[in-house]
Nanobody
């Protein structure tokens, strides 16, 4: 079994920054991709950022220029640096890894951006 644990969420004022971390543990051979998703009130869960094994990245248009995703393959960890946060970024953030063709999800960490 694979387990993901997110950390770094919290309350921040608009314009502030947070860094989210997600550590994967368990039986992991190689990670094909790692990503961050979020679910805001009244919305579906959506992709925020993703990084693949070749370290190429992709971001939602709403966060481009503000968020940066990175990974440490040796530690099976993915990070999300979030700058210039907006109230619209308020959501539960979930990390996901893809390994062996299977997606695994964390339980989420709450990010609240106050105005």
């Amino acid at each position: 079994q694979v387990q993901l644990v997110e950390s770094g969420g919290g309350l921040v004022q608009a314009g502030g920054s947070l860094r989210l971390s997600c550590v994967a543990s368990g039986t992991i051979f190689s990670i094909n991709a790692m990503g961050w998703y979020r679910q805001a009130p009244g919305k579906q869960r959506e992709l925020v950022a993703i990084i693949v094994s070749g370290r190429s990245t992709d971001y939602a248009d709403s966060v481009k220029g503000r968020f940066t995703i990175s990974r440490d393959n040796a530690k099976s960890t993915v990070y999300l640096q979030m700058n210039s946060l907006k109230p619209e970024d308020t959501a539960v953030y979930y990390c996901r890894i893809t390994t062996g063709g299977i997606n695994y999800w964390g339980k989420g960490t709450l990010v609240t951006v106050s105005s």
